[in-house]
């Protein structure tokens, strides 16, 4: 029943809609600064925007990530898990929820940040041609130096995707961890230990099974980000249905 | 309502519901709540509200019309019988309790009649 | 062990709800014991015992929040599962909104998820129970949110009602007017399960009274029947039963 399904995704977004308007709010005065100190030629405050809105994009990726495994946590282990566990869904459509819900919040923000970052170094070419000429200087020497390698957008592009990809299966691999813990190590102990344990073998065998693709080379950067990219989703699908599986057979709340 | 619990709460219910008919409370012919406003407003278990009137229906105090309700009866000697029942049950405890602080009928009967005395003057 | 174990049998009793032999452990120690019990619609049923001594873990198994250890837990003659919480509404002790949900965003989660949630029913109870749709679910008080929970909870059409003590921490007036919302809602095909400390608060309300003890079914008796071949009322039996030192 794809209607459980819509409800139960608006109610995780209903979740963490209180720090994405945060972020959406604190982005803002960054970028108002860095207008700011763009049209009336302050450099400071150019400077002290772009660094505050480079940190709240990698931060609030960072966060976003975080914050889900920790509502995950919330949800399995605290009274609030009745709201959840008592409604007519499948653990699989629970959990899927939280997956999609999450997994759409970081790429929606991590786009978000990118096309900013695009609109404010194009701002900032125009408006500095000095700048502009040095930009043009940098990429013609390091096209002179390699002739494969090129600073452009669909370079960066396939790079914020791969990272994206790499944190998300680190979310996933947060959320199996705290799935056993949770239904499986309840009570024990070493509890917290293991569950760790098994994250860090989790993202060591990622990494070693992505570590068998064809490494970076000056003329495959996008096809080396996107195969990080897809493997990285590939394998959270994976750790996606053991998760609801553990869940929907051991799970108590 | 309060109940003693050790009793049998239909019993209790009936009795309360008895009394409304004699005291003409509830007069002869008047509509008595379905079973389950009667177990809300006397704040019972439905069964028991369904037990209370089968036990009135039962006695023929009163009387199931399908598809309007239960009304209390119209035959006037099953209520009159009903007052003398109730103060029969009355008189033996009273005079139950009597017996308990040692007190002869007779001397029971001159207390009485001492009693209306002092009523009446 | 066979019939026990093996998959239900085809023919459904509609309305019931059935432990056999279930037994729920954590961390070794048995919270409910082989306990085998039957209850049908039509009756509202008192789940007795102190604390620890079971109600909860098996009110949370047939609501299946907590899976069994072992036995079978059966909704009308098939395991509990995510299809019967479609017809069995489950209210805990504990208060377990979303701290950011109002009154009104509280039926509306319950609209959302319960097919047989009606809006308009929880108006009615919430005006009964004196709660406004505006008030934040962080600011009611203990006995307002109790109000709330049960409001919620009747609000759905369910076949079984399982209340997990409805009286806590309120006051005289609103335990009337959280009887009266049961009692309404007790119909002849409802199935109502109340645990409860408060034991004389339920002597007229139950007809049918569980005792547990230790995770163990001590028995399951009616209560008028009880009143009247052994003139005992629920809280003797109580008595009796938990009184002095162990059974």
Not at chain 1, 216 to 231: D, G, K, N, W
Not at chain 2, 78 to 101: I, K, P, T, Y
Not at chain 3, 8 to 19: I, M, R
Not at chain 3, 134 to 149: E, Q
Request: a neutral charge.
């Amino acid at each position: 029943m794809k209607h459980g399904m819509s409800k139960l995704l608006k109610y995780e977004f209903r979740k963490t809609q209180a720090s994405k308007l945060i972020l959406l709010g604190l982005t803002a005065v960054a970028q108002l600064v860095f207008l700011g100190g763009l049209f009336f030629r302050r450099e400071n405050a150019m400077v002290t925007g772009a660094l505050v809105l480079s940190f709240l994009g990698v931060g609030g990726i960072l966060f976003i990530g975080l914050q889900s495994v920790l509502t995950l946590h919330r949800d399995m282990n605290t009274k609030q898990s009745y709201m959840l566990f008592m409604t007519p869904n499948s653990c699989y459509r629970i959990l899927g929820a939280k997956v999609l819900e999450n997994g759409l919040s970081i790429l929606l923000v991590g786009v978000f940040f990118f096309a900013l970052g695009l609109l404010d170094i194009t701002l900032l070419l125009s408006s500095y041609g000095e700048l502009s000429q040095l930009w043009t200087f940098l990429t013609d020497l390091l096209h002179q130096l390699n002739e494969d390698i090129q600073l452009n957008a669909q370079n960066f592009a396939a790079m914020m995707f791969g990272l994206i990809g790499s944190w998300f299966a680190t979310v996933m691999m947060a959320y199996l961890a705290d799935v056993v813990s949770s239904a499986l190590l309840g009570g024990r102990k070493y509890n917290g230990l293991l569950s760790f344990a098994l994250f860090l073998a989790l993202s060591i065998l990622l990494g070693f099974l992505q570590n068998l693709l064809p490494g970076m080379s000056p003329e495959r950067i996008i096809l080396y980000f996107m195969l990080r990219a897809i493997t990285s989703i590939a394998f959270s699908v994976l750790i996606y249905f053991i998760s609801a599986k553990i869940m929907e057979r051991y799970l108590s709340v | 309502m309060q109940y003693d619990a050790n009793a049998p709460i239909w019993l209790q219910v009936m009795s309360s519901l008895e009394l409304d008919m004699v005291t003409g409370k509830r007069p002869p012919g008047e509509k008595l709540p379905g079973g389950r406003d009667l177990a809300v407003q006397y704040g019972i278990n439905p069964n028991t509200a369904s037990r209370v009137y089968q036990e009135l229906e039962r006695k023929g105090l009163c009387e199931t019309r399908r598809g309007l309700g239960t009304f209390v009866t119209t035959d006037g000697a099953r209520l009159e019988g009903l007052r003398r029942e109730m103060a029969q049950r009355a008189v033996s405890q009273f005079l139950s309790s009597m017996d308990h602080l040692g007190i002869s009928r007779t001397e029971a009967a001159r207390m009485i009649l001492e009693e209306e005395k002092i009523c009446q003057t | 062990m066979s019939d026990v174990t093996g998959k239900a049998e085809k023919n459904t009793v509609p309305g019931t709800l059935e432990s056999r032999d279930i037994t729920k452990t954590f961390g070794g120690k048995a919270a409910v014991d082989r306990v085998t019990l039957s209850l049908e619609k039509g009756h509202v049923y008192a789940m007795l015992g102190p604390n620890g001594s079971g109600k909860t873990t098996w009110m949370k198994m047939a609501a299946g929040l907590i899976k069994p250890t072992s036995g079978l837990i059966l909704f009308e003659s098939q395991p509990v599962s995510i299809e019967s919480r479609k017809k069995v509404a489950y209210m805990s002790t504990e208060p377990y909104f979303y701290s950011w949900m109002s009154v009104s965003d509280v039926g509306l989660y319950y609209q959302d998820f319960f097919e047989d949630f009606s809006y308009d029913r929880y108006t009615v109870l919430l005006k009964k129970m004196e709660l406004e749709e505006t008030m934040k679910t962080t600011s009611l008080s203990s006995g307002m949110m109790a109000k709330l929970k049960i409001a919620v909870t009747m609000a759905r059409d369910a076949a079984v009602y399982m209340l997990d003590e409805p009286f806590n921490g309120i006051d005289l007036l609103a335990r009337d007017e959280i009887r009266t919302a049961i009692l309404e809602y007790a119909t002849p095909d409802k199935l109502l399960l109340l645990s409860s400390h408060l034991v004389e608060e339920m002597e007229a309300i139950a007809d049918r009274a569980v005792f547990l003890h230790h995770g163990r079914l001590v028995e399951s008796v009616s209560l008028e029947e009880m009143r009247e071949e052994r003139g005992l009322s629920m809280a003797d039996r109580y008595r009796q039963i938990y009184g002095h030192g162990e059974e």
